[in-house]
């Protein structure tokens, strides 16, 4: 028997037709054939035992982790590893346990029938199927098309309101239904007038971005207007936020501790980077005000956890980068954030006070790295005219460790 013994197979809409031979022939060698009760009835009756997925997920795998020394076929919508369960059966049993067949995926039917190249850097796929709806608040700019799966026929009017709240209502919206099927559906119409339409259940989201007017369309990179997050006045500012994320030096899929993190400006700007962030602050309203701000700014997944640093942070998965914007002086913090820190780890730390300066200096006598102060003035109105404004002077302490 192959070592390979779970054969995940893309089935579209087509069913059986679409298929090819060879998938075919796996699906009548199959011992077992798993899939839900849509896939099931789209190939039949089988000389094979045929499962359903259970709730929760976990039951099912091990189920199939009992059917070891058996020939497994798992049934897919489209592209298994695109969103899919192939990503699931590769995590859990690893990916030589597994051969994984293809159809063609729903964001490939969608761009054909849209005639949007996936390949142009303003069409951006994603999935709202087992997500927070707020995910969407990353990609909204104008002018991008996003592709995105659904959870049900309720989304696109959840889709719909969410534009409309971010200044985007003149947007189009075209839903896909069933696509490569004999109830194969299209509707579009803008966000605005969308209402509370229901569409089938199995279903794609295009939508062409219109944004109302500039605040409408923010940037990914680092330095967010200061106005783009909630907060109480005590926060990175803007032009010092920009720097301190160049050095942490964000990297898609890496883990930031963002410790003190206030309104979570760093972590949230981190994740809209690509990354991954747990936040710890111990502050009510700061954690409020940083919940509110990783929903509205499309980073509904930032971790967040109460308390102080640093006995908060037992336990947590290591980072790969770690920003100390609070509690700097704390008895430990900065011996415990080293010590978790990994090799080839980047630490950053700002402080305004000139105890939290002296706790940087010793950083940087003990391990190296760079110290850098800014200071930054805005210009503002002084009765009829317009002068300088000074915010706080920062000491900034970066290192790399090694």
């Not at 930032?302 to 998965?317: N, T, V, W, Y």
Request: charged share 20%; aromatic share 4%; glycine share 12%.
């Amino acid at each position: 028997m192959s070592q390979r013994w779970i054969k995940v197979i893309g089935i579209g809409e087509d069913g059986l037709n679409g298929l090819s031979a060879s998938s075919r022939i796996l699906i009548d060698q199959a011992d077992v054939v798993i899939g839900g009760d849509r896939h099931l009835a789209m190939i039949g009756e089988t000389k094979a035992n045929q499962m359903t997925w259970r709730s929760p997920l976990k039951d099912t795998l091990a189920d199939i982790e009992k059917l070891k020394g058996k020939q497994v076929v798992v049934l897919a919508t489209g592209d298994p590893m695109s969103y899919g369960i192939g990503v699931t059966l590769g995590k859990h049993f690893g990916y030589e346990q597994l051969d994984i067949v293809p159809t063609v995926g729903a964001f490939a039917l969608a761009s054909a029938k849209m005639g949007w190249a996936l390949t142009d850097p303003f069409t951006e796929c994603l999935t709202l199927h087992g997500r927070p709806l707020e995910n969407l608040s990353l990609h909204l700019r104008n002018g991008v098309k996003l592709i995105a799966l659904s959870a049900n026929g309720e989304t696109p009017a959840q889709v719909a309101e969410l534009l409309c709240l971010k200044g985007l209502a003149e947007s189009r919206i075209t839903v896909l239904s069933h696509m490569g099927g004999s109830d194969e559906g299209r509707i579009s119409n803008t966000a605005k007038e969308w209402g509370d339409e229901k569409t089938a259940d199995l279903n794609v989201i295009c939508i062409e971005c219109v944004a109302d007017d500039q605040t409408a369309s923010l940037s990914r990179i680092a330095g967010l207007p200061d106005d783009a997050f909630s907060h109480d006045g005590k926060m990175t500012k803007r032009e010092v936020r920009a720097a301190t994320l160049a050095l942490l030096a964000p990297k898609p899929g890496e883990l930031l501790w963002d410790v003190g993190a206030g309104c979570g400006s760093i972590a949230i700007e981190w994740m809209r980077a690509g990354g991954k962030a747990i936040a710890i602050e111990d502050n009510d309203e700061r954690l409020g005000l940083m919940a509110d701000n990783a929903l509205s700014l499309g980073t509904p997944t930032l971790k967040i956890i109460q308390g102080r640093a640093p006995e908060s942070l037992d336990g947590l998965l290591t980072p790969d980068a770690i920003f100390i914007g609070g509690g700097l002086t704390s008895e430990g913090l900065v011996e415990a954030c080293w010590d978790t820190l990994p090799i080839g780890g980047r630490l950053v730390a700002n402080a305004v006070t000139l105890q939290g300066e002296v706790k940087l200096m010793e950083m940087w006598e003990n391990w190296g790295g760079e110290m850098s102060r800014q200071s930054v003035s805005r210009l503002t109105k002084v009765g009829p005219h317009h002068g300088w404004k000074p915010f706080m002077q920062v000491t900034q302490y970066a290192v790399t460790k090694s």
